[in-house]
């Protein structure tokens, strides 16, 4: 079974900070997807970044970019020049070619004025 | 834009009442899914579909059915809500086409209240 950490069930950084959150995986597969999920307070989930297992380079999508290092199986997420529309709950998730999400258990971060 | 919708936003429910949490999707996508969100504990997937009539337990089925008769449509029943059943509850869906089957897209959520 597929296992996903998040460390950091909460953080808080000032806009325009650089802030980074943690994620580690666990599984015997060596074919898999990453993901980052946001949900804004009181809105919908929506997808922030994805990764490919197999893709040696790390994604990036305009200020959010991923450190993904496969051997350590680490996917933590950097968020630049945070804004005030980052506060949100940040999920980590993992799929395999089932197409099921395991999620990690969130990271609750808040950007101070 | 991919649209998922969800029959209710709120919902306050009595012990051992069925409830029926509708979840709709509007971009002909096979799969869908519900989880149920806890603080703390992250999403879990509670039961999901690849097509049409089908349907395949999740991590936490236990309490739970669905039902999809339209691909459209897919539905999660709680037969006798219990206490416990308190909860956000979300449905997403994705496709199975190459190259775009690995992402989801989520629905608002519907809160449940069992009392």
């Known amino acids: 079974a597929q296992t996903v950490t998040q460390s950091q069930p909460e953080m808080s950084v000032q806009e325009a900070e650089t802030v980074t959150l943690s994620c580690t995986y666990d599984?015997?597969?060596?074919?898999?997807?990453l993901f980052w999920y946001k949900q804004p307070p009181s809105r919908q989930m929506i997808l922030v970044i994805r990764?490919?297992?197999?893709?040696?380079q790390n994604a990036t999508e305009n200020r959010f970019s991923v450190n993904f290092q496969k051997a350590a199986k680490s996917f933590s997420l950097k968020i630049s020049d945070s804004q005030l529309g980052d506060t949100a709950m940040y999920f980590c998730?993992?799929?395999?070619?089932?197409?099921?999400?395991?999620f990690g258990t969130g990271t609750r971060l808040t950007i101070i004025p | 834009d991919v649209k998922v919708t969800q029959s209710s936003r709120y919902l306050v429910k009595r012990t051992g009442e069925k409830v029926f949490l509708e979840c709709v999707q509007d971009?002909?996508?096979?799969?869908m899914f519900w989880y149920r969100q806890d603080p703390g504990l992250g999403l879990r997937l509670i039961y999901f579909?690849?097509?049409?009539?089908?349907?395949e337990k999740g991590d936490i089925p236990e309490g739970y059915s669905v039902s999809r008769e339209k691909k459209e449509r897919f539905s999660l029943i709680l037969e006798s809500a219990s206490t416990n059943q308190t909860s956000m509850y979300l449905c997403?869906?994705?496709?199975?086409?190459?190259?775009?089957?690995?992402?989801?897209?989520f629905g608002p959520g519907t809160r449940l209240t069992v009392l």
């Open positions: 997403a869906s994705s496709s199975r086409l190459a190259g775009t089957r690995d992402t989801q897209y």
């Open positions: 599984t015997s597969e060596n074919n898999y997807y």
């Open positions: 990764q490919e297992a197999y893709k040696q």
């Open positions: 998730a993992f799929m395999i070619s089932n197409e099921k999400l395991t």
């Open positions: 971009m002909d996508h096979e799969n």
């Open positions: 579909s690849y097509d049409v009539k089908m349907k």
